[in-house]
């Protein structure tokens, strides 16, 4: 389990294999404490660490989640939000998040709006039911709080910080982002469902 708190922007040094890829992803975690076998969540996927060294640690992909998040796309020099796995104990500052990506959602724009970015999204189809105002969302492994809805569209607000230190101030119109929709809303749904 994580928050959704950005802890760490890590780089992603470089990759190998085919339909399934080992990520090299360069870090300031103190890895001494990173045991293999940890997870961490990597722009909202949570992922095993398989290897490391220094200033590094490597994960393994399989080609289903390359092929249901925007991991397949990446890149060298790739930047990724990087956030550990909770421990008994740790503060809960975001919202409850799995790790587990649900679809990707598209940027549709970006505006200045006071000191923040407003973003407006289009989630997948399948999922826009389960994003309310005043909901969580997390984007890219950012727990976000949903300002409005429209159908399949809906809008956050990026504060400078946010910006600054998770991958949301290099993102433009037209980029694609891992969304993971809230726990809640998920269980209160298949509830609803039963009842029919």
């Known amino acids: 389990m994580f928050t959704g708190l950005v802890s760490d922007l890590g780089r992603l040094l470089g990759s190998e294999g085919m ?8 870090t300031s975690y103190p ?16 992922l095993s660490v398989v290897e ?6 490597a994960v393994d992909v ?3 989640t390359l092929s249901k ?3 397949g796309d990446w890149q060298p020099d790739h930047r990724v939000n990087l956030e550990r796995a ?5 503060e809960l500052g975001g919202h409850l998040v799995s790790g587990h990506v649900d679809g990707i959602a598209e940027i549709l724009e970006i505006r200045p709006e006071g000191g923040s970015l407003r973003f407006s999204l289009r989630a997948p189809g399948h999922l826009a039911r389960y994003i309310a105002p005043k ?12 300002n409005e809805v429209e159908g399949a569209e809906f809008g956050v607000n990026i504060i400078p910080h946010t910006a600054q230190v998770t991958t949301f ?3 433009e119109a037209g980029n694609r982002v891992n969304l993971e929709i809230d726990l809640l809303a998920r269980y209160v749904a298949r509830l609803m469902a039963q009842q029919d």
Do not use: Q
């Not at 909901?135 to 949903?146: E, I, M, P, Q």
């Open 69 to 71: 998040t925007t991991l």
């Open 62 to 64: 399989s080609g289903e």
């Open 19 to 26: 339909e399934d890829k080992r990520f090299r992803i360069a």
């Open 135 to 146: 909901g969580s969302v997390t984007l890219d492994g950012v727990s976000l709080t949903v």
């Open 31 to 46: 890895l001494g404490e990173v045991a293999i076998g940890a997870s961490i969540a990597c722009n909202g996927c949570c």
């Open 169 to 171: 101030g290099r993102y």
């Open 52 to 57: 490391k060294g220094e200033g590094w640690f």
């Open 86 to 90: 909770l421990r008994l104990g740790d």
